[in-house]
């Protein structure tokens, strides 16, 4: 099974400001790489599949990048809209497929 | 209207059994593979089982294998997971969701989740 690590597990980031997060495998998943945006009492929404292709209505603030073993996700600039907890997600090697722990968008 | 509606959750004891339904509309359902997804209170996501778009192929959690079978009725589009044997661990919000495409297996749909809890 992969494990997944995210890091950190929380961000503070101002509105307006950029915010980087980061999703490390523990063997390579190629491309096979989900990013995913959960509100408190929401389901998961898909933003990112392919590591950097935007899923279908997601805007363009949002980006993913990397391949292998190393993926960085990027808010450009922060919305009130975007302080969530989010999950990449690993379908390369599957069953199982596999999830970060998750990282905390939080306000700074 | 594209969606999944989920039902069937509530509270059980342990060692009792529930079903969860998950009904589709708004696509082709016969067309996608489904799956489970769950997460416990407070916790992260969790895959917990796969089926084919026919039916005829499903995988398993290691922790839930031998104790939990879902099973689709395509002629009424809907998945099922039959939960047996449920533990204290079981304890969480179970969410069906859609392959965006076939072997694909992350989810651009999402059903809104249903409380499983296992308690005496």
């Known amino acids: 099974e992969i494990v997944m690590t995210q890091s950190p597990a929380t961000l503070s980031v101002s509105p307006g400001e950029r915010a980087t997060l980061s999703c490390r495998a523990s063997?390579?998943?190629?491309?096979?790489l989900a990013w995913y945006q959960q509100k408190p009492g929401q389901a998961p929404r898909l933003l990112i599949y392919?590591?950097?292709t935007r899923a279908t209505g997601v805007p363009a603030r949002f980006s993913g990048s990397g391949s292998g073993t190393e993926f960085t996700f990027t808010i450009s600039s922060l919305q009130s809209e975007d302080f969530a907890v989010y999950y990449c997600q690993q379908y390369n090697n599957k069953p199982p497929i596999t999830f970060g722990q998750g990282t905390r968008l939080e306000i700074k | 209207q594209v969606q999944l509606a989920q039902s069937g959750g509530g509270v059980v004891q342990p060692g009792r059994s529930l079903r969860l339904s998950c009904e589709a509309s708004g696509f082709t359902f016969s067309s996608c593979g489904m799956q489970w997804v769950r997460q416990a209170p407070g916790k992260g996501l969790e895959w917990v089982a796969v089926i084919s778009s026919s039916g005829r192929t499903t995988y398993y959690a290691d922790s839930v294998k031998g104790r939990f079978t879902t099973s689709r009725d395509n002629s009424k589009n809907t998945m099922y997971l039959q939960m047996n044997s449920l533990r204290a661990e079981d304890t969480a919000v179970y969410f069906c969701?859609?392959?965006?495409?076939?072997?694909?297996?992350?989810?651009?749909?999402w059903g809104r989740g249903t409380l499983v809890t296992v308690s005496s």
């Open positions: 063997q390579s998943v190629s491309s096979s």
């Open positions: 392919g590591a950097s």
């Open positions: 969701t859609k392959e965006i495409s076939h072997d694909n297996w992350y989810f651009d749909l």
